[in-house]
C-alpha cells in the first residue's frame, strides 16, 4: 500500500481494479446496446454466483504471520475507534440505502473519487470542526473495564482527529461500513476500507500505536492490511451485526458469557497452583485440573462491576458438597498466600452464594476426575456409558470422607499416603457410595459397540 502524502486531504487512493470494473461495464453495455440483453443477464448472474460469503474474509490464526499479530491487533483497534465501538458487547450500526445512496451517485470511478477529495474539506467545514468534539467525545465515552476503551485513550490525540477528520471531510456523519450489504467492493464500502487503511498508515507512521508493538513497515503490505480489515469487518463484525439482528441483546450476552469463562479458567488455575504449592498427591490435583470442574459466577442483573460488588455463585451440576467445600477452603488459603506474598496485591473479586441457589448454563461435565468429585446420588443416576467413561482408565478416590476434610489441618494427614494405603484407610468407605457398572453391564455394552461398529462397516461399503 502506497504511503498517504503529508496533505490530510489525499486520504483515499483507490486501486486500479476498481477502474477496470467500470470499463469493463461500459464495454458490456455498449456492446450489448442494453443492460437488459441476455449477455449481461448471465454475466450479472455469474457475479451473483461467485459472492464472496463472511467465511471467504475470515482469516485462521494460521494464516495470520506472527510477526503480523500486533499489527492485526492495532488496526482491529483503530477500526474500532473510528467506528465508535468500545467495548465487546458494542454492535455495528445498521447502515440504510439512503446512507449509501448519495455515494453510489457521488462515485463511479478512481478519477471521480481522486478528484473530490480535494474539495471534501471545503465543503464540510461545519462536520470538520465536528470531528475534534467527536475526538474528545469518544475517549470520554464510559465502559466501565472495558480494554478496549482504555486502549482507545492511549491513541495519541491527533492521530484520533485526523481520523475523524478524514471521515467527515467525505460527508461522512459516522465512518459505518455496510457490514450486511453483502459487497466489500461496493464504492460505499471500499470508501470507508481506504479511510481506515489510510488513516492506520499515517498513525501508525506517527506512532500512535506505538504502546501496541505494531511493525510500522506493515502497514505498507496493502494486501494484507486489506486481509486483515476484511477478515475483521466482514466475518468477525459481520457475525456479530448478523446475530444481533436476528436476536437484540446477543452481543452483550456473548460479552457476559466471555467474562463468565474467563473468571472460571482464572479461578481453576489459582486453585491448581494452590494445591501443588501445598504438596496435594495427583489424585486432588486431578479434581481441579479441568475447568468444567469449577463453578462460574456473575454479577445480580443490574450491578456494576466495582470493588463491593459481590459475585453470585452459580450451581455446578453434579459435584459433591465435599468437592465444593474442599474447592472453598483451597481458595481462602488462597488468599492468604496472595497477601502474604505482597499486602497490596489487587483485591480478589468477592464471590457469594445467593440466598436461592442459581443454576449454572454451563452444564458440561468434566472428563477425567476421580468419582468422588461426583455426588454420589447423581453419578449413580447417569447412565452405564457414562459412568463406565469414568472408570475406564482405573477407579480414583482423591478425597476421604468429609469428616476427614473439613479443615485445611484435616487434609495434612492424608495429603501425601501412597495411593494403596490411602484406598485402605480412607478410600474404600468413599468408594463404596458409587455404584460402578457390573461385568454384565460392561460386557452388554461391548456387544452394543461391536454391532455399531459393524453396521457402520455395511454402511460405508454399500456407499463405495
Sequence with gaps: MNPPTSSPTTVVNFPSSLRKRKNSTDHTNSASGTSGTKKSRTQYADRRRKAKRPSDYHLTKDEVPKEAESTKAALEL?????????????????????????????????????SSVNSALDENTAY?????????????????????????????????????????????LRWAPDVLGGDADSMYNLLHEYIALTTFQQ?????????????????????????LYRSFVFSYM???AKAEAKKPGSAKAAKQMIGVYKRRDALAKGRIDVLKAYGFNKQVLALASETEAHSDDDLPEGTEESAEAVYQIAEKEGR?????????????????MAMRRNRHCRQERRRAEPATPRPSTLTVLPREV???????????????????????????????????????ADCEKWKNLPRKE????????????????TPAEMEQLEQYEEESEEESSESEMEED
Design 422 to 437: 490411602f484406598m485402605e484407610k480412607y478410600g474404600k468407605a468413599v468408594l463404596a457410595q458409587y455404584k460402578l457398572p
Design 128 to 172: 470538520i470542526a465536528e470531528a475534534g468534539r467527536l475526538a474528545g467525545a469518544l475517549k470520554d465515552s464510559p465502559s466501565p473495564g472495558s480494554t478496549i476503551a482504555k486502549n482507545i485513550e492511549r491513541i495519541t490525540g491527533p492521530a484520533l482527529k485526523f481520523a475523524l477528520k478524514t471521515v467527515v471531510s467525505f460527508g461522512l
Design 370 to 408: 476421580p468419582l468422588d468429585w461426583f455426588e454420589p446420588a447423581y453419578f449413580n443416576d447417569l447412565s452405564v456409558r457414562e459412568r463406565a467413561a469414568y472408570t475406564a482408565e482405573g477407579i480414583y478416590i482423591a478425597l476421604p470422607l468429609e469428616k476427614h476434610c473439613a479443615t485445611w
Design 320 to 336: 459433591s458438597e465435599k468437592v465444593k467445600k474442599f474447592f472453598r477452603m483451597a481458595d481462602e488459603q488462597r488468599r492468604r
Design 203 to 227: 498513525a501508525a507512521t506517527a506512532h500512535a500505536y506505538a504502546h501496541m508493538g505494531l511493525i510500522v513497515p506493515l502497514t505498507d503490505d496493502f494486501v494484507l492490511m486489506r486481509k
Design 238 to 240: 459481520h457475525r456479530i
Design 78 to 114: 483503530h477500526i474500532r475507534a473510528l467506528w465508535g465501538l468500545l467495548d465487546q458487547a458494542s454492535v455495528p450500526p445498521v447502515v440504510t440505502d439512503q446512507d449509501k445512496a448519495r455515494f453510489v451517485r457521488r462515485f463511479s470511478s478512481e478519477s471521480e473519487v481522486r
